[in-house]
């Protein structure tokens, strides 16, 4: 069966400081891959989106960036954290785009200090 | 591009008792998906719904596309369902536009 992991679960970071999350999902090739945020109280925003190695697409200008180095892989980075930035970050795949479900890790609870 | 709506906001309910949550959506879906985030954050599928009923113990779900809506039922809650509820809509393509949620607290 299909499993999603994230780490780290949760991370506290100095403003200002570099960024980097984690997700591989195991049991399933080619994906596409999805990293949301999810701001406290709130509904969740996508904020990029691979349909394969190399290809990522952005929704929201931001000061965060995504990578996937490897089928299964798919990392959210930033240079430098901003206040705003805090949140919690939820990774997910799917088999195909639209008309396919959804499934998401356990996330990572992200506060900048 | 799609909105999604939920209602109600916020609910509270006696152990035992049954509840109904909508997801109005503005336009046709190709995918409408409910989830329970329980309070540890963990988003949990509960139905892949475009159309038509499912059910799944005490939840089930009915989608009628052509009003553009989904409705999530409830029975028997039990403290275990708290959490925020969310449905997912899709209209084709790669983003999933999620409402605001209905938080539910259920009382022992």
């Known amino acids: 069966s299909q499993t999603i992991h994230q780490w780290p679960a949760t991370l506290v970071q100095p403003v200002g400081s570099p960024l980097s999350l984690e997700c591989t999902v195991e049991g399933t090739s080619n994906p596409n891959l999805y990293w949301y945020r999810q701001a406290a109280g709130r509904g969740l925003q996508l904020l990029f989106y691979?349909?394969?190695?190399?290809?990522i697409s952005s929704e929201v200008p931001q000061n965060l960036s995504a990578s996937r180095p490897q089928d299964r892989q798919f990392i959210l980075s930033s240079k430098k954290l901003l206040l705003s930035d805090s949140g919690f970050y939820l990774c997910?795949?799917?088999?195909?785009?639209?008309?396919?479900?959804?499934?998401f890790g356990d996330g990572t609870r992200l506060s900048i200090l | 591009g799609i909105q999604v709506e939920q209602s109600p906001p916020d609910l509270i309910l006696q152990e035992g008792a049954n509840s109904t949550l909508r997801c109005n959506f503005s336009d046709s879906v190709n995918n409408l998906q409910w989830f329970h985030q329980n309070p540890w954050g963990q988003l949990i599928n509960l139905f892949y719904?475009?159309?038509g009923t499912k059910q799944n113990g005490r939840l089930s779900a009915t989608t009628v596309a052509t009003e553009r809506y989904s409705l999530l039922y409830i029975s028997s809650s039990q403290t275990t369902d708290s959490g925020v509820y969310f449905c997912a809509a899709n209209t084709g393509g790669f983003k999933t536009i999620f409402g605001a949620g209905t938080r539910l607290f259920v009382k022992a």
């Open positions: 691979s349909v394969g190695i190399g290809q």
């Open positions: 719904i475009p159309s």
């Open positions: 997910a795949w799917s088999v195909l785009a639209g008309n396919q479900p959804q499934h």
